[in-house]
C-alpha cells in the first residue's frame, strides 16, 4: 500500500528515550521514580537541563513570573501566534519518570525532528514547562498555567504556602526562576499536550493512542476540624472531642458518596495533618484534602453539596469544629474538536490503534483550554500505575503518542514548501 504522504515522518523514539532517561537522573526518588518537587533544587537543575538543550537546537527561551517556561522556535511568518506544546517537569514526592516529563520532552523531540527534516511552518512552535502542574507541594494544582489563563491572581499564587510554610513566590525566587514576561500576555494558536494515561484503558484495550475529547472536573475541599487535645490515655470515651474518629467518618462518608455515583466518578482523600501528631495525644486539630472528580458538571457539584453537608452533621454529632475551603476546582472540560479530530486522523494516518478517551486526570492543558483552542494525546501506562514511583511506559508508546504530536503540530502550524 502506498504510504501517505508524510506518513514515514517519524520522530527519532531513541533520541526521546535517551532525553527521558537523563531527565529522570535529576531529582530521583528511592524506589526508581523521581522526588523532583516543584521550585527545590532538583526543579532548578531539571529546568536549566531543559533550557540548554532547547537552546541547543536554536530555539530562544522565554520565562513569565510564574517560572513558566517558553522554548521558540520560529516560524516563517512572524504575525503568526504559535502552536504551544506544554506540560511540567515537576513531580510529585513519589514521582514517576515520565509524568509531565513525557509531554515537555516530546515536544521538545518534535522540534529536534523538525530541525533534523529542515521542516519550515508558517506559526512558530513553542515548548512549554508550566511551574507547579503538580500541586503537591504548594496547592493547587495547575497553579501557573491558573495564573497564565486568568483564573488565579499572581498576588494569590505568590503567597501560598507549602507545609513548612514557606511562600511560592519567596521559593521561586531562591532557585533564580522569576521571570520577566508578565503572565498570559502570549496569545496561542493552538496548544497541544501530550501526557501518560494515568490510568488503565489503553493498556487494557492494547489500543497505543488517546483521543483525549475530554477532561474530567475537579473539587479539592481542604477540611479543618478542631477537636479537644487530651491523654489518649486517661480521657474517658465519654469526655472526648475526638477529630480524628470525625476525620475517620468523613473518609468513609466521601468513598459511600462516590460510590452512589457510579459511573464515572471518584472520591478520596491523600494528605492528612494531625496536630499535634503525637502518639498518645488527641489531635487537637486535623486538616486534610478531600479530591472529587467526574466528567458531569451536575454531578460534580452535588457531591461538593453532599460531603459539605454530611461532613457538618458528622462533626455536630461528635462535638467537632469543622470548616472547609475549596483550595482547588475546574469544571469539566471539552477539548477543541478540530484539533482533536487532527489527533485522531494523525493516529490513522500513522497506523497506530486509538480510541477517544476522557482524562481522569487535571492537566495544563484544562486551563490552556480556557484561553486557546486546545487538546491532549494519551499514550499507555503500565497497570495504569501514576504517581508512583513504579511508573512505567514502553519506548515504543512513547514514540508513537510522540510521532502523533509531531503530526498533529505540523497540521496545525503549517509546513511551509
Ligand atoms: O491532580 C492531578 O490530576 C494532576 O496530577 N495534577
Ligand atoms: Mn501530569
Ligand atoms: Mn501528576
Same mark, same amino acid.
Given at each position: 500500500m502506498v504510504a501517505a504522504p508524510g506518513e514515514n515522518l517519524?520522530?527519532?523514539?531513541?533520541?526521546l528515550w535517551d532525553m527521558l532517561m537523563e531527565m529522570a537522573k535529576i531529582g530521583p526518588g528511592i524506589a526508581g521514580g523521581n522526588n523532583r518537587q516543584t521550585l527545590t533544587d532538583a526543579d532548578g537543575e531539571g529546568r536549566h537541563l531543559f533550557k540548554t538543550w532547547c537552546e541547543a537546537e536554536g530555539m530562544t527561551v522565554g520565562v513569565d513570573k510564574m517560572g513558566t517556561m517558553f522554548a521558540t522556535r520560529p516560524g516563517t511568518d512572524p504575525d503568526a501566534? !504559535?502552536?504551544?506544546?506544554g506540560s511540567h517537569l515537576d513531580t510529585q514526592p513519589t514521582g514517576g519518570k515520565f509524568d509531565g516529563v513525557l509531554g515537555v520532552l516530546g515536544g521538545l523531540e518534535v522540534v529536534r525532528t523538525m530541525n533534523d527534516l529542515g521542516i519550515r511552518t508558517k506559526h512558530p512552535v513553542v515548548v512549554t514547562n508550566w511551574t507547579n502542574e503538580e500541586g503537591a507541594r504548594f496547592a493547587p494544582a495547575m497553579l501557573a498555567s491558573g495564573v497564565f489563563a486568568g483564573v488565579h491572581s499572581i498576588d494569590y499564587a505568590y503567597a501560598r504556602k507549602d507545609p513548612e510554610g514557606k511562600a511560592f513566590g519567596d521559593e521561586l525566587k531562591r532557585i533564580g526562576w522569576v521571570g520577566d514576561e508578565?503572565?498570559?500576555?502570549? $496569545?496561542?494558536?493552538?496548544?497541544f499536550e501530550y501526557h501518560i494515561e494515568q490510568g488503565p484503558i489503553l493498556e487494557a484495550e492494547d489500543k497505543q493512542i488517546g483521543v483525549v475529547t475530554h477532561c474530567q472536573g475537579l473539587w479539592w475541599l481542604e477540611f479543618t476540624l478542631t477537636g479537644r487535645e487530651a491523654h489518649t490515655g486517661s480521657t474517658p470515651m465519654n469526655m472526648r472531642v475526638n477529630a480524628g474518629l470525625a476525620m475517620s467518618r468523613i473518609f468513609e462518608m466521601v468513598q459511600e458518596v462516590a460510590m452512589s455515583e457510579q459511573p464515572g466518578a471518584v472520591g478520596g482523600v491523600g494528605q492528612v495533618f494531625f496536630s499535634p501528631n503525637s502518639r498518645n495525644v488527641l489531635p487537637g486539630k486535623v486538616v486534610f484534602t478531600v479530591d472529587i472528580r467526574t466528567p458531569s458538571q451536575e454531578k460534580l457539584d452535588r457531591m461538593r453539596a453532599r460531603i459539605e453537608t454530611r461532613a457538618a452533621e458528622i462533626c455536630e454529632k461528635l462535638g467537632v469544629g469543622c470548616s472547609v475551603e475549596a483550595v482547588g476546582h475546574f469544571d !469539566?472540560?471539552?477539548?477543541d474538536p478540530v484539533l482533536v479530530g487532527r489527533v485522531r486522523e494523525?493516529?490513522? $494516518?500513522?497506523g497506530y490503534s486509538h480510541r477517544d478517551i476522557i482524562s481522569g486526570a487535571g492537566h495544563d492543558a484544562c486551563w490552556a483550554a480556557k484561553v486557546a483552542p486546545a487538546t491532549m494525546i494519551f499514550c499507555p501506562c503500565v497497570g495504569g500505575l501514576s504517581h508512583n514511583e513504579a511508573e512505567d511506559i514502553s519506548k515504543e508508546w512513547a514514540a508513537a503518542g510522540a510521532d502523533v504530536l509531531f503530526h498533529a503540530v505540523l497540521e496545525t502550524a503549517e509546513i511551509v514548501e
Open positions: 517519524r520522530v527519532n523514539g531513541d533520541r501566534l !504559535p502552536v504551544y506544546i508578565e503572565v498570559g500576555t502570549r $496569545k496561542m494558536h493552538a496548544y !469539566p472540560v471539552t477539548f494523525a493516529a490513522e $494516518k500513522l
